[in-house]
């Protein structure tokens, strides 16, 4: 079965029995799952071809819908947007991700005019649903897209990430900071207003791995590797 955390720290099944035939129980990244904000729906890229994915209804649970092919390659970073409509898709393949309409199954729009050197390995929303911002592998970036244009808005470069590592991004519940993770196990928060550096935290001894804010934007959680 599936299972999260909860405050305490104990896991407990969102339901029981096995995951359905097709669904990949292994990723390349923690990012290749998404659960939409009203917990009812998980994507996560097929066992049997990482390029396509599907959706599960958590509640049943049963695919709700068909395979989806976003035609990006290898499934590495997912998020579900705000309001649930739409889905932003990474890959390990290509260096922009694609914004799929959840309804439909069809790419609404592909991120243009740049993109990461070694493809996408996160993705958060910012609140409105309006922006998004990913991390890159191998370019110690991450970027901020605007969602209705496509087109990048501001790239934030990570000096604690080498070449070699990845950065995770995240979005706080009130739009104001943007975090990003990676090398020397350091969080840089950034004001989205304007993009200044605000601050470089220690959450690890070696290389930050994830990063969530809570619902109330109090806390963050970082996960190291």
């Not at 290749?32 to 959706?55: E, T």
């Not at 979005?171 to 989205?192: E, F, H, M, N, Y």
Request: net charge neutral; glycine share 12%; with cysteine.
């Amino acid at each position: 079965g599936v299972r999260v955390l909860s405050r305490l720290g104990r896991p407990y099944p969102i339901f029981t029995g096995p995951i359905p035939p097709g669904f990949s129980a292994e990723f390349s990244s923690p990012h290749a799952l998404a659960v939409g904000s009203d917990g009812a729906l998980l994507a996560a890229p097929l066992a049997s071809a990482p390029d396509q994915l599907a959706l599960l209804d958590l509640r049943s649970p049963r695919p709700a819908r068909r395979p989806l092919a976003p035609g990006t390659g290898k499934i590495s970073a997912m998020a579900f947007s705000p309001d649930g409509k739409r889905l932003a898709v990474g890959s390990e393949d290509a260096p922009v991700p694609v914004l799929i309409d959840v309804n439909s199954g069809r790419v609404q729009e592909k991120m243009t005019g740049g993109g990461h050197r070694g493809g996408v390995d996160s993705i958060a929303f910012a609140p409105d649903g309006t922006r998004l911002v990913t991390g890159g592998s191998f370019d110690r970036q991450a970027i901020v897209w605007d969602t209705r244009t496509g087109r990048p808005i501001w790239h934030l470069h990570d000096p604690t990430t080498s070449d070699q590592e990845t950065v995770v991004v995240g979005w706080s519940p009130d739009g104001s900071t943007v975090a990003t993770g990676g090398g020397q196990g350091k969080v840089i928060l950034w004001r989205a207003a304007d993009w200044r550096r605000l601050a470089a935290l220690p959450a690890d001894t070696s290389w930050v791995w994830c990063l969530a804010f809570s619902p109330d934007g109090s806390l963050l959680a970082a996960g190291g590797a």
